[in-house]
């Protein structure tokens, strides 16, 4: 199984500050045909997941410009331009190149 | 809009059987690719099963190989995740979804 290891675990983040998430992967996440298949969701406390970004850099219908995916390979990196109130919650990675899907162990953004 | 409802979770002792269901609306469900997704009381994401659109394909993790079938009903826009021999490690919040989007979860205990 491809093991994805997310850092830091947690992150304290003054709201209007940049944050920012790293995700590495045990194998490359670029597939033959020119995608990467790493997504970013985030949950936030109570709730599902919701995806922010997809295949990369690709932010997802709705998702705020301040968030952006990028990387390439085997390393990965999320990024909030600005951080806001409602960022709250735990980030995942997630790749889906191969059968099973696996999960980075996830990233807790709290605000200062 | 898309939504995806989860039911079917409940108490169940170890040894004992759960079926789950996934209701889904506002997307042409029968072209999709789904999966169930769960989480542990205070743990990360982690991928249980996938069926492919057309029921020809079904993956699941190893550990619940030979005890859940992933089955689909594209008539009636559901899917279903029976449960065999739970033990309690199954212990989870059980999502449905298309790494797209999720459902809210059903929560499913298992404990003498």
């Known amino acids: 199984d491809i093991v994805m290891t997310q850092t830091p675990l947690s992150l304290s983040v003054t709201p209007g500050q940049p944050a920012s998430i790293s995700c590495k992967s045990s194998q490359s996440l670029l597939h033959s045909g020119g995608k990467t298949y790493l997504y970013w969701y985030l949950q936030k406390s109570g709730q599902s997941p919701q995806l922010l970004i997809y295949e990369l850099s690709n932010r997802f219908s709705g998702v705020p410009d301040r968030f952006s995916g990028s990387g390439s390979g085997t390393e990965f990196t999320l990024k909030i331009s600005r951080v806001e109130a409602e960022d709250v919650g735990v980030y995942y990675c997630m790749q889906s190149i191969q059968i099973p899907p696996t999960f980075g162990q996830g990233t807790k953004v709290e605000i200062k | 809009q898309v939504q995806l409802v989860e039911s079917g979770g409940g108490v169940v002792q170890p040894g004992g059987s759960l079926r789950l269901s996934c209701a889904a609306s506002g997307f042409t469900f029968r072209t999709y690719g789904m999966h169930w997704v769960r989480q542990a009381p205070g743990k990360g994401l982690e991928w249980v099963a996938f069926i492919q659109s057309d029921a020809t394909n079904k993956y699941y993790t190893d550990s619940v190989k030979g005890r859940f079938t992933i089955s689909r009903d594209n008539f009636k826009n559901m899917m279903y995740l029976e449960m065999n021999s739970l033990r309690a490690d199954d212990t989870a919040v059980y999502y449905c979804?298309?790494?797209?989007?999720w459902g809210q979860g059903t929560l499913v205990t298992v404990s003498s």
């Open positions: 979804g298309s790494f797209d989007y």
